[in-house]
């Protein structure tokens, strides 16, 4: 890596939306707090961001949120209580970020992801930055952002994860306009937020992670509403390439749209069945009820 190219040390979460999607469920619970079988969505989001080396976690919140910030302190009553029945606390463990690692800032009206990120404005600083999109469930090993972060040490600049969805797909996504192919690496001279089928230049879709320089900070400053009358990051991205460099890494796993109710669904069940501890009980509960 270049000994001017600053490292990647915080990562921002966007949690600030209402989950309607998931209603009742998530009437009074965080959507990011619903469990994918016995850990909450957020948690996977957090650990592939530490898996890639990221130290410190910035989640955009807003009013009903405080509980994800809570979910990651430290539950002295629990755990004292589980200390006293000779309970083993591993399975808090990933709950635990150091003291100073984690910062919530507010999103107090819903303007969009690129007004969620902005939001982080003066956390970010001057640095370079992760975002993580929980909603996309993104699996494998390494992890996603961890193959963004050793493409990043290549080229820098900045990055999209991106996935091949089938053309017909194309218009519920950001879409990028692909240039050279290097390996897992596409140089990426546009981006377009959620195109007709037929106007896309590519299948390769935004799938929820990036790694941005801070000059994104001041493009999303004076920056006006886009598709769906919301401040799109999306936008923010397409007026830096030319500036900056810009690739798109392909990711070399399977991605689940948790945002979506059979996304979730299906998260679950494919975790589930990777389980050492039940994946064998599932495949045969999965199996009695397809009728097999």
């Given amino acids: 890596m270049s000994s001017a190219r600053k490292p990647i040390r915080k990562a921002v979460f966007p949690v600030a939306g209402l989950g309607t999607r998931f209603l009742p469920a998530t009437k009074a619970v965080p959507k990011e707090l619903l469990p994918i079988v016995d ?35 430290i539950a002295y009553e629990l755990e004292a209580t589980m200390a006293e029945r000779a309970k083993d606390l591993a399975a808090l463990d990933s709950t635990r970020i150091k003291p100073g690692d984690l910062m919530a800032v507010r999103q107090q009206v819903p303007l969009g992801l690129g007004h969620a990120i902005w939001c982080a404005r ?20 390494p992890g996603c952002m961890a193959q963004m972060v050793e493409a990043y040490e290549e080229v820098g600049g900045n990055l999209v994860s991106v996935l091949e969805v089938p053309r017909e797909e194309v218009s519920n996504y950001g879409v990028i306009d692909p240039g050279e192919i290097r390996g897992r690496l596409t140089e ?4 377009v937020e959620k195109p007709a089928v037929e106007q896309a230049p590519s299948n390769k879709i935004v799938s929820g992670r990036y790694i941005l320089q801070p000059e994104v900070m001041r493009t999303l400053e004076g920056q006006g509403k886009g ?6 990051l999306t936008d923010a991205m397409a007026k830096m390439i030319g500036r900056q460099p810009f690739h798109a890494v392909t990711f070399e796993g399977r991605r689940f749209d948790c945002g979506s ?21 599932v495949r045969a509960m999965a199996e009695r009820l397809l009728g097999r």
């Fill in 39 to 73: 850990r909450p969505l957020i948690e996977y989001a957090v650990d592939e961001a530490r898996d890639a080396g990221i130290e410190q976690m910035i989640f955009i919140t807003g009013r009903g949120k405080t509980a994800i910030v809570e979910h990651f302190d």
């Fill in 261 to 281: 109710k059979a996304g979730f669904v299906e998260a679950t069940l494919a975790l589930a069945l990777g389980r050492a501890d039940i994946g064998a009980e």
């Fill in 122 to 141: 003066a956390i970010v600083g001057e640095e370079p930055f992760a975002i993580l999109l929980p909603d996309e469930l993104m699996v494998g090993t």
């Fill in 227 to 232: 598709a769906g009358g919301e401040i799109q």
């Fill in 188 to 191: 990426v001279k546009g981006v």
